[in-house]
Nanobody
Framework: QVQLVESGGGLVQAGGSLRLSCAAS????????MGWFRQAPGKEREFVAY????????YYADSVQGRFTISRDNAKNTVYLQMNSLKPEDTAVYYC????????????????WGQGTQVTVSS
């Protein structure tokens, strides 16, 4: 049974930082590309960041480029999202996802999803 469990969310003031983690189990982590998505109230789930299975390629949404960093540790079956210079508009539930497709920006590229962790940025 595949499980992706996010952690590290919380309440932070604008300009602050958070580090999200996503621990994977029940799959061969090193063969999966990993992504982070987010969903704000009343909005569609949107792409945030992607990292290839080896960690050699990363992509970011324009809205987070330069502020967020995705990384992974295949020995620990964990992917991370370091979020700096947080803004109120970053407030959302953040989801990690695992997939084999190279269409990193599309939800359809991912086979497995976590349950999400809430990030709230106050102004």
């Amino acid at each position: 049974q595949v499980q992706l469990v996010e952690s590290g969310g919380g309440l932070v003031q604008a300009g602050g930082s958070l580090r999200l983690s996503c621990a994977a189990s029940g799959l061969t982590f090193s063969v999966y590309n990993m992504g982070w998505f987010r969903q704000a109230p009343g909005k569609e789930r949107e792409f945030v960041a992607y990292i290839s299975r080896s960690g050699g390629s990363t992509y970011y949404a324009d809205s987070v480029q330069g502020r967020f960093t995705i990384s992974r540790d295949n020995a620990k079956n964990t992917v991370y999202l370091q979020m700096n210079s947080l803004k109120p508009e970053d407030t959302a539930v953040y989801y990690c996802a695992a997939g084999r497709s190279s269409l990193y920006y599309s939800r359809r590229a991912y086979d497995y999803w976590g349950q999400g962790t809430q990030v709230t940025v106050s102004s």
